[in-house]
């Protein structure tokens, strides 16, 4: 790796999984008590299952500037993560309020943000990082291109909307709170760029 710099990836993995079963225990239970249609309980699912794991990460951000610990990468890419949240809330609202059917075609979009829109965030807030780290936007985007987990990230962040897409077009649609729970698990790849990161420090440790 780089100077020789562990960037913490291994860290962020553990959190996923839990995000993926709260999502799918939750979306069960609303399900056997006849809530499969529920749009706070579909928020819920849905932001468990999309984005349980930025929340432990934002509080893993939260715990390493506590520490005083050197900024990471993964310290930025956190953050990047539990900043961008809410983003999919109001997507999600204003599609309901435009009268959008979130269970058809035309709603392929709203599971792509609740799985991915901090992983657009973590993206974004990787190259601010490098920027900082590298004083420089042209260096910045050099090293950006050249960076496996912003490369896998961004490879994420494009192939899954298409994805979703087709699932709809196919006829998958999430008409009960455990549908809506697995499609946000499978479309929420966000495990993969840690994992990338953590495969690379292994590599880099071994190589040492």
């Given at each position: ?68 610990a050197k900024i990471s990468m993964s310290e930025a890419y956190g953050w990047g993560k ?12 204003a599609s309901r309020l435009m009268g959008i059917d979130v269970y058809g075609v035309e709603g392929f979009y709203i599971p792509y943000f609740y799985a991915l ?92």
């Amino acid at each position: 790796m780089e100077e020789n710099e562990k960037e913490g990836f291994g860290e962020l993995l553990k959190f996923t999984a839990t995000g993926f079963a709260g999502g799918l225990i939750l979306g069960v239970v609303l399900d056997s008590f006849g809530f499969q249609r529920n749009a706070v309980g579909q928020w819920l699912v849905r932001t468990l299952s999309g984005e349980g794991e930025s929340i432990f990460e934002g509080a893993y951000s939260i715990r390493q500037r506590f520490r005083n610990a050197k900024i990471s990468m993964s310290e930025a890419y956190g953050w990047g993560k539990f900043l961008f949240i809410p983003l999919p809330w109001f997507i999600d609202l204003a599609s309901r309020l435009m009268g959008i059917d979130v269970y058809g075609v035309e709603g392929f979009y709203i599971p792509y943000f609740y799985a991915l829109s901090d992983q657009i965030g973590a993206n974004i807030s990787g190259l601010v990082f490098l920027r900082k780290k590298e004083g420089s936007w042209f260096v910045a985007i050099k090293k950006y291109t050249r960076h496996p987990v912003m490369l896998a990230s961004l490879l994420v962040i494009l192939i899954v909307p298409v994805g979703l897409l087709a699932a709809r077009i196919a006829g998958f649609s999430p008409t009960t709170q455990t549908y809506t729970a697995l499609e946000t698990i499978a479309a929420n790849l966000c495990w993969v760029p840690p994992l990338v990161g953590w495969w690379r420090e292994r590599r880099t440790s071994d190589e040492e």
